[in-house]
């Protein structure tokens, strides 16, 4: 549902009802585009979202907890200067517009005046502006004195609102006759092209709702009835829309088999009963008591989706770049290691030069000789330095061997070194893709040595293993390397545990209770060990499985990797046993 003047009429009606006397206690801003409130009320504490980013602009309830900000932006501070304390006076909207207008009542050491804060919610136009007396003191987004503008956004400014759409006012039953008069191959785009503060998808649903004719009558009572039915569209369990009024489809003849039911933090939002299932069953509709505890359920789960994917994109472009560093590393190493092969060569000359001092002329620069180590009986030709004895010569591929020798035995411990690295940083990276919610990037960013550049706060606890019943046996999966030493330290000796035979994957543990896994549990708990590994879109995955007692942990080692004997192996297809998991 679009944030048109249609559906911000409801959020205003309700937050003119929850908010108004309310007091601001706290004034943040947690990313560039969005302010929070944090509300004192006669019910409570309240969160208050004004976001003005393109795609999720609105003012909307939240129950979303955000790091503290080490630097505060000089409009959040100014919004603490004369919003701090400040007792909620009165929440407007201008007739039709997008436009919400907060009106608090201020106090300093020498007044009490009012300030307004106009909520322009206009997509990539939208827009924060306190004015005070009609003056503009500060705006999210400002503009200059050389700007070719129309209006003028800094502070000293007066404010001017945003100009006005040339459309009909959803009031004036005349207009809206003249409007619907005429045919029109798409009703709903008509309505919402001469019909102000209406979206095309309000339209659409305002037409699937009044049929393809409705009367003027109609529109002007389903625009300004005030009577809503707010809900949210669910589409595999993740809410993927909202509506400030849901007109559910005609029932068919044949009821659609039974869709899953959402996540149970949906009814902890509203308290939603059991929803509509679509003409497709692939859409739950939940009903909501207001269009704030719709809004909050989709936002908040908006946010968390967004915040996922850009964690998860930052985790992982860090990790590949960590894994190219260690490549190069690796090709250095390997030139490094070849050029080491001629050691014994090298050992070879020396030896042939000593052996033959006697017949080496001074000031040669090439000597050729039996090779004594060679069956057939060849001859080597060995390259000298005329300014150098013999003697030296033969000194100097010695040297020359030396060096390579002791280069070698360093190098083969670098390599050991970075070949230990790239495995970790493969796994994490894994990791990073099988990474299902916030918890385990947190977990697996502090893994990295990644988490210096954040706000220090209390350590959480960690977040469980990923957990499965399976024919009465818990079948526990690691979410990263911590998480995976977490669960190998819990397991007792008897206790199965399994990895991919080959590739990167979670540790998963079959948790025995001194009873004896059948052979089904065991297949089952290879192929979520398969599903979370980096073979999870290829089939015949080999995993293997062994007791926990043949697992050991060498000394020193990188966190999740362990070294293990006496193992099976079975070859499975990647599960994610969805319907086995345990919340």
């Excluded at 359920?297 to 989706?305: E, F, Q, S, T």
């Excluded at 001859?379 to 061997?401: E, G, M, S, V, W």
């Excluded at 979520?528 to 089939?539: K, P, W």
């Amino acid at each position: 549902m679009p944030q048109d003047a249609f559906t911000i009429g409801y959020v205003v009606k309700e937050l003119s009802a929850l908010l108004t006397g309310g007091k601001i206690s706290r004034v943040t801003q947690p990313d560039r585009d969005t302010l929070t409130l944090l509300i004192y009320t006669r019910s409570g504490n309240v969160k208050l979202d004004i976001c003005l980013s393109a795609r999720a602009c609105r003012v909307s309830l939240t129950d979303r907890v955000d790091p503290p900000s080490q630097n505060p932006p000089s409009f959040c501070m100014l919004l603490r200067k004369y919003l701090q304390n400040a007792e909620i006076k009165d929440i407007s909207q201008p007739p039709f517009e997008r436009i919400v207008v907060f009106t608090f009542l201020s106090t300093s050491e020498f007044e009490e005046f009012e300030v307004k804060l106009y909520a322009e919610i206009m997509g990539k136009y939208s827009n924060l502006i306190a004015v005070k007396d009609g003056v503009i003191l500060g705006a999210l987004k400002t503009t200059s004195i050389g700007e070719n503008t129309r209006r003028v956004l800094f502070a000293g400014a007066k404010y001017s609102p945003p100009a006005p759409q040339e459309k009909a006012l959803p009031s004036d039953i005349e207009s809206l006759r003249l409007i619907l008069s005429s045919p029109s191959p798409d009703r709903a785009k008509q309505i919402s092209e001469k019909v102000k503060g209406v979206a095309y998808s309000t339209a659409l649903d305002m037409v699937e709702s009044l049929g393809e004719n409705p009367s003027a009558e109609d529109v002007n009572r389903y625009i300004c009835g005030g009577q809503c039915s707010p809900a949210v569209i669910f589409k595999g369990g993740e809410p993927d829309d909202f509506k400030a009024v849901y007109n559910a489809p005609a029932p068919r003849s044949q009821p659609p088999a039974v869709s899953p039911q959402p996540p149970s933090q949906n009814t902890q939002n509203g308290g939603a009963a059991p929803g509509d299932c679509d003409s497709d069953c692939n859409l739950v509709t939940e009903s909501f008591p207001t269009v704030l505890e719709a809004q909050k359920c989709y936002y908040d789960a908006l946010y968390v989706r967004r915040r996922f994917s850009l964690e998860a994109g930052k985790l992982s472009s860090r990790v590949s770049a960590r894994l190219k560093a260690v490549e190069k590393r690796l090709a250095i190493i390997n030139k490094k290691l070849f050029d080491c092969l001629e050691a014994e060569e090298v050992r070879l000359k020396g030896e042939l030069l000593t052996a033959n001092l006697y017949a080496i002329k001074s000031g040669s620069t090439c000597f050729e000789t039996v090779n004594y180590y060679d069956e057939k009986g060849g001859t080597i030709k060995i390259a000298l330095d005329p300014r150098l004895t013999p003697a030296q010569n033969a000194q100097k591929y010695f040297a020359r061997y030396s060096k390579l020798k002791r280069t070698k035995e360093a190098v083969e411990v670098q390599y050991d070194d970075a070949m230990s690295q790239l495995y970790y940083l493969k796994n994490c990276q894994t990791d990073v893709n099988n990474a299902e919610n916030l918890e385990d990037l947190v977990e697996l960013r502090e893994e990295l040595g990644l988490g210096d550049d954040l706000p220090k706060k209390k350590k959480c606890p960690p977040p469980p293993f990923r957990k499965f019943d399976i024919y009465g046996f818990s079948v526990l999966a690691g979410r990263n390397n911590l998480s995976n030493d977490r669960l190998f330290k819990s397991l007792s000796s008897e206790d199965i545990w399994l990895h991919t035979q080959r590739y990167h994957s979670s540790h998963v543990a079959i948790i025995c209770n001194g009873r004896e896994a059948p052979q089904e549990v065991i297949v089952a708990a290879a192929q979520i060990c398969a599903y979370y590994s980096e073979a999870r879109d290829g089939n015949k995955v080999p995993v293997d499985y062994t007791l926990k007692k043949y697992v050991k942990k060498p000394p020193k080692a990188k966190a999740g990797f362990v070294v293990y004997t006496d193992q099976k192996t079975i070859l499975v297809d990647p599960d994610s046993h969805k319907k086995e998991s345990v919340q």
